[in-house]
T-cell receptor, first 111, second 114 residues
Framework: DQQVKQNSPSLSVQEGRISILNCDYTNSMFDYFLWYKKYPAEGPTFLIS?????DKNEDGRFTVFLNKSAKHLSLHIVPSQPGDSAVYFC??????????FGAGTTVTVRA | EAGVTQFPSHSVIEKGQTVTLRCDPISGHDNLYWYRRVMGKEIKFLLH????????ESGMPNNRFLAERTGGTYSTLKVQPAELEDSGVYFCASSQGRHTDTQYFGPGTRLTVL
């Protein structure tokens, strides 16, 4: 069963605007959450993470928000740039090494 | 510093044949993982090595899959015999000691079983 879900397979945003990617999870044991970014023909690249003791983590243009009660996290990218066009994967782990991923959201940033 | 490398980048085989995928982790990384992405779906965990020992192989689909990491360096994943549903992209990743250390992924091997 899929424990991490990204219900939006794609997102199109204009350059300079905000991109908001959403992710829901079902396993209450998850305590560490990550976002990975993937370009075609490359492997996923770590972007940003958050532990369950926080509700927000920011790194430059990227901010991840965690709502534990709703079992929901989101990634905000602002401002969006053409180089941000990629597939974004949400991932989570229950205090161990095994990552559970969502199916990904393809972001297209329009000039 | 070299990243995680995988060989081959693509493999096309017929059902019933054998294929061996190779992964070279980042030097010094004790943790090595195999994941698989099928048909644009989620990336699924297959197994986790700590040095040469299998720490968690709960994601291995069945006994047609065999992973090894002799000497705790590179790893191989053998599929024998391959079935149509084994087609997908196989990713290898490696990390340092803690479970919150970043997992660095290789570019993947795209396996097509005809």
């Amino acid at each position: 069963d899929q424990q991490v879900k990204q219900n939006s397979p794609s997102l199109s945003v204009q350059e300079g605007r905000i991109s908001i990617l959403n992710c829901d999870y079902t396993n209450s044991m998850f305590d560490y959450f990550l976002w990975y970014k993937k370009y075609p023909a490359e492997g996923p690249t770590f972007l940003i993470s958050i532990s369950s003791i926080k509700d927000k983590n920011e790194d430059g243009r990227f901010t991840v928000f965690l709502n534990k009660s709703a079992k929901h996290l989101s990634l905000h990218i602002v401002p969006s740039q053409p180089g941000d066009s990629a597939v974004y994967f949400c991932a989570a782990s229950p205090n161990d090494y095994k990552l559970s991923f969502g199916a990904g959201t393809t972001v297209t940033v329009r000039a | 510093e070299a990243g995680v490398t995988q060989f081959p980048s693509h493999s096309v085989i017929e059902k019933g044949q054998t294929v061996t995928l190779r992964c070279d982790p980042i030097s010094g990384h004790d943790n090595l993982y195999w994941y698989r992405r099928v048909m644009g779906k989620e990336i699924k965990f297959l197994l986790h090595f700590v040095k040469e020992s299998k720490q968690d192989e709960s994601g291995m689909p069945n006994n047609r899959f065999l992973a090894e990491r002799t000497g705790g360096t590179y790893s191989t994943l053998k599929v024998q015999p391959a079935e149509l549903e084994d087609s997908g992209v196989y990713f290898c990743a490696s990390s340092q000691g803690r479970h919150t250390d970043t997992q660095y992924f290789g570019p993947g091997t795209r396996l097509t079983v005809l």
